[in-house]
């Protein structure tokens, strides 16, 4: 692979989910990011931020990618077997998003537990603001995490979204 070639990232949509159009980017090493709607002009923006290289519309990339949240979409995948890119996330993501990945379908945590997990129960508002930044929903399963309360709080693709994901893994019901 050329130099060239390994400072790219492919970037496509997929229009049509369940939950809106989602954005979707990938580089040689992996999924860099997924995010709900938006255009491609800020999403090319934010890919560039996350990674400092160029993104690069190609939606003949990002296939393997969109097909396994296809296969998810239609509950024939319960977990996806893609390289992810953690080196572009903060110090603090790259601790708390891998215990999020590794929350099982189906299942849910709190913020609290996720605190708890890093050894630190007053961390728990932190561990909510990573949720909220989170570059790989779905995939980093950030809906999965609820509020002590037991309820859903927050969500950057929407609460009727994070309500539809958890009901799909029938781990939570309205």
């Not at 190609?58 to 890119?85: E, H, K, S």
């Not at 728990?124 to 509020?147: D, F, K, M, Q």
Request: net charge neutral.
């Amino acid at each position: 692979m050329s130099d060239l070639a390994k400072n790219v990232v492919w970037f496509g949509e997929m229009p049509h989910t369940p939950v809106g159009l989602l954005w979707v980017a990938h580089s040689p090493t992996g999924v860099v990011a997924i995010r709900f709607g938006g255009d491609a002009g800020s999403f090319a923006a934010e890919i560039e931020g996350l990674t400092g290289h160029t993104a690069v519309y190609a939606p003949d990339q990002i296939t393997a990618v969109c097909d396994q949240l296809q296969a998810y979409f239609n509950g024939q995948r319960t977990t996806f077997d893609l390289p992810l890119r953690w080196d572009v996330m903060t110090p603090f993501q790259q601790k708390v998003l891998p215990l999020v990945h590794a929350i099982p379908y189906g299942r849910t945590r709190t913020y609290g537990d996720l605190a708890v997990e890093l050894g630190d129960v007053g961390k728990s508002r932190a561990v909510g603001r990573v949720n909220a930044t989170n570059p790989l929903p779905i995939i980093v399963p950030c809906h999965r995490v609820l509020g002590r309360d037991g309820k859903l709080h927050g969500y950057g693709g929407g609460l009727e979204n994070k309500a539809w994901l958890l009901r799909l893994e029938g781990s939570w019901l309205l």
